[in-house]
């Protein structure tokens, strides 16, 4: 079945030591993203990829990072972990951005769960 | 500033009857609104959609009803089953924009 995978599903590190999460897709989306989703809270995009243009929100910290190697996997990497990073961090994937209409509906994978020491 | 909302948290409802989740919207450049699904331990899934040229779409046991007017969205299920026990995330985006802006999920529980 075609389909996101995240992997690791839980992920602990420590207060500053750099993790990498990775997503990949059998889909062959051209758009994958990667959100963080803190408790109670409304999934939150900090950027995403079309193709190989990359996208940052404005509002995402320096500290997170990605890349995409080629169209199936894309990483997300964060340099120096806090413990206001520990979420559950969501990639998901589509054939188009949002604003095209049609084929921009989302796929999401199952997400990783960061917990930072 | 969250453009989407879902004010109930948590909704109960007995097995075979409505269950009736609302999202309210805030920018009036969406124009395409999503309903997606989340079991624990998964990602959430795409459940329905409606665009802004409409004000209602169904599908099977679900129908969501868009008030533009008034900027709210709900999303019907009718009859409710145990298996549709979830979190429930509204999204809307803007035909100018790239990204969707999700509410913070209304968790069903559909009671035997």
């Known amino acids: 079945d075609a389909m996101v995978i995240q992997n690791p599903r839980y992920q602990v590190t420590q207060f500053g030591k750099p993790v990498t999460l990775s997503c990949s897709q059998t889909?062959?989306?051209?758009?994958m993203y990667w959100y963080q989703q803190k408790s109670s809270q409304a999934p939150k995009l900090l950027f995403h990829?079309?193709?190989?243009?990359?996208?940052n929100e404005a509002d995402t910290p320096d500290n997170f990072q990605s890349r995409r190697p080629n169209t199936s996997f894309c990483f997300l990497d964060i340099r120096s972990p806090g413990l206001g990073d520990a979420a559950m961090y969501l990639c998901?994937?589509?054939?188009?951005?949002?604003?095209?209409?049609?084929?921009?509906?989302?796929?999401f994978g199952p997400g990783t769960r960061l917990t930072v020491l | 500033d969250q453009q989407v909302k879902q004010n109930s948290p948590s909704l109960s409802v007995q097995e075979g009857r409505i269950s009736i989740l609302n999202c309210d919207y805030t920018?009036?450049?969406?124009?395409?609104f999503l309903w997606y699904k989340k079991y624990p331990a998964e990602g959430p899934t795409f459940l329905i959609s409606i665009s802004s040229i409409k004000d209602k779409n169904e599908d099977g046991r679900f129908t969501v009803f868009l008030n533009k007017s008034a900027k709210h969205l709900s999303l019907h299920i009718v009859p409710s089953q145990p298996g549709d026990s979830a979190v429930y995330f509204c999204?809307?985006?803007?035909?100018?924009?790239?990204?969707?802006?999700f509410g913070t999920g209304t968790s069903l529980t559909v009671i035997p």
């Open positions: 998901a994937t589509s054939r188009e951005t949002p604003g095209t209409s049609g084929n921009n509906e989302q796929f």
């Open positions: 999204a809307a985006s803007a035909n100018t924009g790239n990204q969707f802006y």
């Open positions: 990829y079309y193709d190989k243009d990359f996208n």
């Open positions: 889909l062959n989306h051209n758009v």
């Open positions: 920018n009036s450049m969406f124009d395409y």
